[in-house]
């Protein structure tokens, strides 16, 4: 007949304890990044605050897409409230915004620019020849050389920028009429000079 001592039995219940804490370990962090999975899908992507809201545009001098001997700087956003647009032939979300740029473009007092972003000159010049311009002028930035300071991470963005050069508002995805209407309109006229 064998006899564990007090001891033995203490250390064999100490193990087991310890073996099942290291068993919940994998379970502990399944739990944790199912949580954060769980949050994160609760997030609207397009309401990522940007670094740049209420800080001058980044300084970025292009050739236009329609006229490569003619550079785009950031002179183009001063004196007036302008919606900068990062489009692209390729986007989808882009074509489906357009006729909405038009109409901004035409019965409003904003300048639109565009911001051609990722795409190729000779296709970006066939979709506005094809849907209509709704731009000023558009800055060409194939590389995404500029894109990159002004944090674009994909097409379509939208800033408004303010008389002064300030970035005061960033909006991701489409802009279509709702959009416009609640919230980029009350901050472009926010931001518009008054008249005396």
């Known amino acids: 007949m064998t006899t564990t001592t007090p001891s033995a039995t203490t250390a064999a219940k100490k193990a087991a304890t310890k073996a099942k804490r290291r068993a919940l370990i994998p379970l502990a962090i399944f739990m944790a990044l199912a949580a954060l999975l769980f949050y994160g899908l609760q997030l609207d992507p397009r309401k990522v605050p940007s670094p740049l809201v209420n800080k001058p545009a980044p300084v970025f001098e292009l050739e236009s897409l329609d ?25 989808p979300s882009c074509r489906q915004e357009h006729g909405e740029l038009m109409q901004i473009a035409r019965n409003n007092d904003v300048q639109v620019v565009g911001f051609n972003w990722k795409d190729t000159r000779p296709e970006a010049l066939e979709m506005l020849r094809r849907y209509g311009n709704p731009y000023v002028v558009s800055a060409y930035d194939p590389d995404n050389r500029y894109g990159l300071h002004w944090g674009v991470y994909g097409a379509p963005e939208t800033f408004v920028v303010d008389g002064e050069g300030i970035i005061r508002y960033k909006h991701i995805g489409p802009v279509d009429r709702n959009v416009w209407e609640t919230t980029i309109r009350p901050i472009v006229e926010q931001y518009r000079p008054q008249s005396s």
């Open 67 to 91: 006229d490569p001997s003619r550079m785009v700087t950031n002179e183009i956003l001063m004196g007036k409230v302008s919606l900068v647009n990062v489009w692209a032939s390729w986007c």
